[in-house]
């Protein structure tokens, strides 16, 4: 028989050392910086969408708007537009920002002067190209009350509808207190 050493019971508990290697994760981290500031500085950063304003030239006399021409809309509180047709408040009405909304009183009022006056041919300040739009005049006036993002939402409604004559004006007096709510007197 051949003679075996037989292991004692100290060198069976004893483990052997192992060499683990080790990584130096500082390249990689300074790696990781360097593709990062490489990467925001090459990227564009999101850019605020401007809405072109065609203003008019100062040569001549300005036209007169027609009332058979013009939606008068008066920007209330709550996210409330009143609006009348032509510049008497003969009668007032309300709706609010949503498509079914304010977009659909331009819209009926665009389609009115179409049928009544037809289209108008025009030159486009952009392309020179002969294009034809409606007659519709929008006069847009923010009551006290109103917010900002309610005279935004009523010109993005004019660029959506393609409103070509839009302005925004301050309301009259009589029209503030159409729409203001007046205090009770006991």
Known sequence: MANFPIPSAKSRNQTQKRWSP???F?????????LITFFMLSTTLAKPTLMAVVMPDAKGAPEPTKASK???LLLGANDRVFWYEGLETDH???????DAGLRQVILNK??????????QAYNDPKSGTEKQGSYLNVLIKPLPNSTYKN??????EMNICRVRYYCILDPTQTETNLITP?????
């Open 26 to 34: 500082t390249p990689m981290v300074d790696l990781g910086f360097l």
């Open 151 to 156: 005279l935004v939402d009523a010109l993005d």
């Open 92 to 98: 007032l009405d309300s709706t609010t920002f949503d």
């Open 182 to 186: 007046k205090p009770d007197v006991k």
């Open 70 to 72: 013009a939606l008068t």
């Open 110 to 119: 665009m389609d009115q002067l179409q049928s009544t006056f037809g289209l």
């Open 22 to 24: 080790t990584i130096d």
